[in-house]
């Protein structure tokens, strides 16, 4: 049978990802809101100065741009599917009764405990 994915999650493959999915989706919200909150002051600076901006500040905002670009990656490359980066919002590949469907998490849920079909979105969500 063909299948859209390669890699399909059994529901234990999954849960023991949650903690390594948790710290990456912490680390990346964190580096959102810094580097949102630096673009913000150095706009502010920009603005008031009227000067080119450099050192320090932008080093750091550069490197938590990285960073957070790493952590997205680092997700993807897990083999899961982000749907919503700010809810922490992931699917899983995972096969349910010989077809493709995908097991939800988000990151306020303590366990996986809901799927849906491929086509579903979350309002289709279902549970285990």
């Known amino acids: ?60 905002l550069l490197m938590d741009m990285l960073q957070l670009n790493t952590q997205l990656r680092r997700i993807q490359e897990i083999g899961v599917q982000i749907k919503d980066f700010d809810r922490g919002l992931v699917d899983f590949p995972h096969l349910r009764e010989g077809r493709e469907v995908f097991l939800c998490w988000e990151l306020d849920e303590d366990d996986i405990t809901f799927w849906h079909d491929i086509d579903d979105g979350y309002a289709g969500r279902e549970h285990l």
């Open 1 to 60: 049978m063909d299948y859209i994915f390669q890699k399909h999650f059994t529901l234990e493959e999954a849960r023991a990802l949650l903690p390594e999915l948790r710290r990456a989706f912490h680390d990346a919200h964190h580096r959102r809101d810094v580097v949102h909150q630096t673009d913000q002051e150095l706009g502010a600076t920009l603005r008031q100065t009227g000067s080119d901006l450099g050192g320090q500040k932008v080093s750091g």
